[in-house]
């Protein structure tokens, strides 16, 4: 049974009065997650603040009718963990199937890769391995955070184009190596790849500032990184989008 956002035990007493401040700068998604400690809250896009209290409130009344708006509010929303997602699978876990068969977006966000420990490798694969085998998603949004060196940005820097991440795939996949340059390889892709039953893909990048091309790790990341939202999104569109 799921209560309303003032009553859910992860939210503070502040929770209501939070939501529109918060809402003033995260416009993008109605859930956002925390670390400290693991946990979610509900975010209400102000366009659908008439579902504040109905929604939530006929959760209640008897199973039948718990199923049928279950639907209509998991499948309104998108579902945004940001880097956060060490929350997902502990929040998908925690619905029943109907609510969790009915969400049909969800948005999350790839660390950058020199900065990235064992423990982000193991949670983005726990995730994407859940998305593959618990969940349909129709819509997804993947962020990727990217590095623009200095003063001079990303010029002189050779983007990344569609074949190419085709043929370092290829090639990681039938020889094992070519996954990447200096170490810094696409396995966190691949795992991405087993989500399946996509319809719509949306991928941008997270731009910040970082060093210089000093050595292969950061001048592989760097040229990815102006290729996200140029070969390596068409790359992914091509791969994960049914019907392309």
Request: glycine fraction near 8%.
């Amino acid at each position: 049974m799921y209560a309303p956002v003032s009553q859910l035990p992860h939210a503070s007493k502040s929770t209501k009065a939070s939501q529109e401040t918060v809402l003033t700068h995260l416009p993008t998604g109605p859930f956002l997650t925390t670390t400290t400690p693991t946990t979610y809250r509900i975010l209400l896009s102000p366009h659908t603040s008439h579902l504040r209290h109905t929604i939530p409130s006929l959760l209640s009344l008897n199973h039948q009718i718990h199923a049928e708006a279950a639907k209509v509010l998991y499948a309104t929303y998108t579902f945004n963990f940001h880097t956060c997602i060490e929350a997902a699978v502990p929040f998908f876990s925690d619905l029943t199937p109907i609510a969790r068969t009915s969400i049909r977006a969800i948005n999350i966000t790839k660390k950058g890769l020199p900065y990235t420990k064992e423990f982000d490798r193991a949670e983005w694969a726990s995730l994407c391995a859940y998305l593959a085998c618990e969940m349909r998603v129709a819509r997804l949004g993947l962020s990727v955070v990217a590095g623009r060196p200095g003063k001079s940005g990303w010029e002189g820097v050779k983007e990344i184009g569609k074949l190419d991440f085709e043929v370092m795939r290829r090639m990681k996949r039938e020889w094992g190596t070519g996954g990447g340059v200096g170490g810094v390889d696409l396995e966190w892709v691949e795992q991405l790849f087993g989500v399946r039953g996509v319809k719509e893909i949306g991928v941008r990048a997270l731009v910040e500032h970082c060093p210089g091309p000093a050595s292969e790790i950061m001048a592989f990341w760097i040229a990815l990184s102006k290729s996200i939202e140029g070969g390596f999104r068409d790359w992914v569109k091509n791969v994960m989008v049914e019907g392309v």
